[in-house]
Each structure stands twice: as C-alpha cells, then as structure tokens.
C-alpha cells in the first residue's frame, strides 16, 4: 500500500509543478510590455514657432496674398496638418521645397513633420 500511495504522491507533485510552469508562462505572456509612443506635437509646435510664425498668424495671415494659413492655436496647426506637411516635405525635390520661404527645415525636423502627419497630425500624436 504505501507504494501506491507514493506512486500517487508522485504523480500528485508532477501535476502541481506542471501546472506551476504553465501558469508562470501563461501570465508572463498575459502581460505584454508597452512600449512608450513618441509624441511629435510639441516638436511640431516649437518647429513652427521658430520658423512659420512671422509669416502665418493673425496679424500676417492674409488670403488674398498668399498666406490663408495661421498656426496661432494648437487648432489652427491641427487643422493644416496636410498643407504643413505637404509644404515641407512633398514638392517635387528637396531643394524646391515651398516652406519655409527663409530656406529650408533640416531633414530631421522634416522627419519629424512627416512621422507626426503619419501619426494622424493631432496634438497628441
């Protein structure tokens, strides 16, 4: 008789260490890790500020000579998120770029701009 028990004893200890490994596994799958996103509206902001803000705001922002745009508000930026990006970033080459008409952004403000429009061109992306 004993050795039945131990045979049950055995195979009682078995189950428990199993199923201790797969619930170990199980919950160290059950919680991915998140990977923080990056958020570009405030470089997009601080890139419009230096270089788009003398020309687009309200005192300047005259339709009727080519500057219907103003980036006075996060809303007024939101709202033109496609015109920022295609000025900055989609004319036919790089060294004819429409904005800004004091000269070009570097590439990584560029990138920055189009990672941001990819985003979906939002104060929070």
């Known amino acids: 008789m004993d050795y039945i028990n131990s045979k049950k004893v055995k195979k009682a200890f078995q189950i428990v260490f199993l199923l201790g490994v797969f619930s170990s596994c199980s919950k160290k799958d059950a919680t991915p ?4 996103s990056t958020v570009y509206f405030p470089k997009v902001k601080s890139i419009i500020a230096a270089n788009c803000m003398s020309c687009h705001n309200s005192a300047n922002s005259l339709g009727w000579v080519g500057r219907p745009v103003k980036f006075d508000a996060d809303t007024d930026i939101t709202a033109s998120y496609a015109q920022i990006k295609k000025a900055v970033a989609d004319p036919v080459s790089p060294t004819n770029r429409r ?7 570097s590439d990584s403000e560029i990138a920055i701009i189009v ?3 990819n985003k979906g061109g939002k104060s929070t992306d």
């Open 99 to 105: 904005m800004p008409q004091t000269g070009s952004l």
């Open 115 to 117: 990672n941001w429009y």
């Open 33 to 36: 890790t998140k990977t923080p």
